[in-house]
């Protein structure tokens, strides 16, 4: 059975929350898990190893988990800080979250570095992107007042678009003879500049805003502006995911049997 890391998302220490005061969450979203989980997967949140080293110092480092894991889920969530490519934020409510960007970096570098697959889900994507070097729009209406309204507050998962699939990607590969499909749209930011050796293999349409990336090195680094685990399952005028997931998990699969060969 696959074990697949999921990053976790943060609730830095908020005094005022009435529970857990003053404490840092570390959580994942469960539609992610179930996702995975439609296959033999064990999925599992990564903690970040960095806290509060006062309280309780850890040895544990996110090569470790890269070690013992098959593979690694970026999921969605909190804004990319424009500080981690090179930018001030236009607005004091884009900052994001410095500190998850850089353990969710950190992280998929070590899974990289293992040979390991990497998938990045909306926010995932937009950290693959910055990791190779690339830059974001920090706010899409604000940067692209030309594009799609790609964040619905009241739709939220229901807000959709369409998605031009690029002719020979390894995304056509797993969509023979489709060009065009209907995907969600959770996001105000979004790829600008790519970055080193990434490549895209989707667009939104008719705005031509990124929607899918892959890394051109030697390992499975790839991500969907999408959330494919807020799309309902058996709604056909959604695209179908499913050969998305499978050709994630069977690269982490091949990559697992191959080690144990040696």
Not at 3 to 24: C, E, L, W, Y
Not at 49 to 66: L, M, W
Not at 111 to 123: D, E, Q, S, T
Request: hydrophobic content about 40%; glycine content about 8%.
């Amino acid at each position: 059975m696959l074990k697949v890391g999921i990053s976790a998302s943060f609730f830095h220490n908020d005094q005022p929350r009435a529970i857990f005061q003053g404490m840092t969450l570390q959580y994942i979203e469960q539609n992610v898990a179930h996702w995975l989980m439609q296959r033999e997967v064990l999925a599992l949140m990564i903690p970040s190893p960095e806290g509060d080293t006062r309280r309780h110092a850890s040895p544990v480092t996110v090569a470790d988990y890269a070690r013992e894991l098959d593979a690694l889920v970026l999921m969605g969530g909190s804004d990319v800080c424009p500080g981690s490519y090179g930018e001030a934020p236009l607005n004091p409510a884009w900052n994001g979250d410095r500190i998850r960007d850089d353990y969710e970096i950190a992280l998929m570098r070590a899974f990289v570095a293992a040979g390991k697959p990497v998938l990045g889900l909306c926010r995932g994507a937009q950290v693959i992107n910055v990791a190779m070097g690339g830059t974001l729009y920090q706010d899409i209406p604000t940067q692209r007042p030309d594009a799609l309204h790609h964040r619905d507050q009241a739709l939220y998962e229901k807000n959709c678009h369409a998605t031009s699939i690029v002719a020979g990607s390894g995304l056509a590969r797993l969509y023979p003879g489709i060009a065009l499909v209907k995907t969600n749209s959770v996001h105000h930011q979004a790829i600008k500049a790519l970055g080193r050796d990434v490549v895209v293999e989707a667009w939104s349409e008719p705005d031509r805003i990124v929607e899918a990336i892959r890394w051109a090195g030697p390992s499975y680094v790839f991500g969907v502006q999408w959330h494919p685990e807020f799309h309902p399952p058996g709604d056909r005028t959604f695209i179908d995911d499913t050969p998305l997931l499978d050709d994630f998990l069977t690269t982490a699969a091949r990559h697992k049997s191959a080690a144990y060969a040696l």
